[in-house]
């Protein structure tokens, strides 16, 4: 019977997401932006990551590796990620000859290390709100 309830709540489950998912597939020479999260690990590759913005780009699609994964061609400057990305870290660019794109401003880490810093708490106070 649990059994039973677990595979109605999973089938449920499963048509809600069915519902909301998109079918994306690129064409091979298509642009694309690729977005940049610690998942891909573009952002732990980028000096400056609190500033940057969510996708970068537009690269080109090489290859399709399988049915959900593609090759694209990354500049020199991420030339240490791997160049094969999942269709939902990918979006698609659409040309504008208006677009002007600079990638000079990415600077990356040479061995993917995240730089991290010890932070010690000097003074604590705390506020009282008038006898409540």
């Given at each position: 019977?649990?059994?039973?309830?677990?595979?109605?709540?999973?089938?449920?489950?499963?048509?809600?997401?069915?519902?909301?998912?998109?079918?994306?597939?690129?064409?091979?020479?298509?642009?694309?932006?690729?977005?940049?999260?610690?998942?891909?690990?573009?952002?732990?590759?980028?000096?400056?990551?609190?500033?940057?913005?969510?996708?970068?780009?537009?690269?080109?699609?090489?290859?399709?590796?399988?049915?959900?994964?593609?090759?694209?061609?990354?500049?020199?400057?991420?030339?240490?990620?791997?160049?094969?990305?999942?269709?939902?870290?990918?979006?698609?660019?659409?040309?504008?000859?208006?677009?002007?794109?600079?990638?000079?401003?990415?600077?990356?880490?040479?061995?993917?290390?995240?730089?991290?810093?010890?932070?010690?708490?000097?003074?604590?106070?705390v506020r009282?709100?008038?006898?409540?």
């Amino acid at each position: 019977m649990i059994q039973e309830k677990m595979k109605s709540s999973q089938s449920r489950k499963k048509s809600y997401h069915d519902e909301r998912r998109k079918d994306t597939e690129f064409q091979v020479e298509d642009h694309v932006f690729l977005r940049v999260n610690l998942v891909t690990g573009v952002e732990r590759a980028l000096k400056c990551r609190k500033l940057t913005p969510y996708f970068i780009g537009p690269f080109e699609i090489i290859e399709k590796v399988g049915a959900v994964a593609y090759r694209i061609a990354l500049p020199p400057l991420l030339s240490n990620l791997h160049s094969v990305f999942h269709v939902s870290k990918l979006k698609k660019y659409v040309y504008d000859p208006s677009h002007v794109i600079q990638v000079d401003d990415l600077e990356v880490i040479d061995n993917l290390t995240v730089e991290t810093w010890s932070v010690r708490i000097e003074h604590r106070e705390v506020r009282r709100s008038r006898g409540k």
